[in-house]
């Protein structure tokens, strides 16, 4: 059944620019583990010899980890707990299903995977209206797209410069360009499509895998992008006026390119930035690419989440879907 919304379906309103968002969506996993069916396009994603309920108790504490971390660098963070049936195994990245913007949309967003079908819950959305103050004004759903198999799996295959209106993506299996054009024509962005592979020649599942867009920051894998189109890339990029920090394939094989900066408050600093990132990404950046990266924010901020990088085939950014508060 469709998801509904009796709060608005109107058209969207237009230029509400803002990078960083102040509340995040987080889903407790009730059934996460290895899915056989989505790592046929992630090849991060790994079997684990422990038992599915040791790997499962990991991941949750590794997301209740997360979740307090965040809380603790005053994030608003709206937890919400996944339901038990049907297992969803990849529950805990609610970012692929949904997205809340600045302006007032709701996008709900058409899923390669069958098993990951099943995540997109009203009842999610609805908690996210009332814990946030989100006001609806306009529903996309291009779910409809699952029929003619394509796919768009929300700010995994988009990564956005919301000031520029720019949305970067790279084309895959999950990634289709037909969808990513309507997602652009529908919210006013430019988009960027490009081609992707790691050093084996697979095209990246999603696009923040290699690439992170920050409020004064880029940091990209640019190696990774195509011979064709890496030029066209980078000067988008670098006339954003934000600083490249290219962390090359091998940042991006640990997670180095999935992070993402959230707007924050401290009582020292008053308005601020965190950024986010896994254990694992900031062991690969080296010393000078971390010294930039911390010039370019007001916090930093690593978390280990080594069972769901290695099982689930995605690191902390995938973990934290962006509530932007309507203007």
């Known amino acids: 059944m469709p998801l509904t919304f009796p709060d608005g379906h109107g058209t969207p309103a237009q230029n509400c620019a803002q990078q960083c968002a102040d509340a995040v969506l987080m889903i407790r996993p009730a059934g996460f583990g290895f899915n056989a069916e989505t790592a046929a396009t992630n090849t991060f994603q790994h079997p684990d010899a422990a038992s599915p309920a040791a790997t499962a108790q990991l991941a949750r504490a590794e997301f209740e980890q997360l979740a307090h971390a965040l809380a603790s660098e005053g994030v608003r963070v709206i937890a919400l707990d996944d339901t038990a049936a049907p297992r969803k195994p990849d529950a805990v990245f609610p970012n692929n299903w949904v997205s809340f913007h600045a302006c007032g949309t709701v996008v709900l967003y058409p899923m390669l995977s069958t098993s990951r079908r099943a995540e997109r819950r009203q009842d999610v959305i609805e908690k996210v ?8 004004s306009h529903l996309l759903d291009l779910t409809h797209y699952e029929a003619e198999g394509k796919f768009l799996e929300g700010t995994g295959s988009l990564v956005l410069d919301h000031i520029n ?15 990513v ?7 006013d962005y430019e988009a960027v499509i490009f081609q992707a592979a790691d050093a084996g020649g697979v095209p990246f599942y999603h696009t923040n895998v290699l690439m992170c867009v920050g409020a004064r920051a880029v940091v990209i894998g640019a190696e990774a992008i195509a011979a064709s189109d890496r030029e066209r890339v980078l000067a988008r990029l670098t006339a954003s006026g934000r600083e490249i920090i290219d ?3 091998a940042g991006i094989g640990q997670f180095a ?28 950046l080296k010393p000078e690419a971390f010294a930039q990266l911390s010039g ?9 989440v080594p069972t769901i990088e290695a099982v689930g085939g995605g690191s902390v950014r995938c973990m934290i879907a962006e509530v932007f508060t309507s203007t």
């Open 129 to 136: 209206v009332r814990a946030s103050g989100f006001k609806v």
């Open 165 to 179: 209106r720019v949305a970067y993506a790279c084309a895959s299996a999950r990634t289709h360009p037909d969808v």
């Open 181 to 187: 054009a309507e997602w652009a024509r529908e919210l």
């Open 247 to 249: 962390v090359g394939q």
């Open 257 to 284: 390119g999935n992070m993402l900066e959230l707007a924050s408050w401290d009582e020292a600093l008053g308005d601020c930035r965190v950024l986010v990132m896994s254990q694992r990404a900031r062991g690969a």
């Open 296 to 304: 370019c924010t007001d916090t930093v901020l690593t978390v280990p």
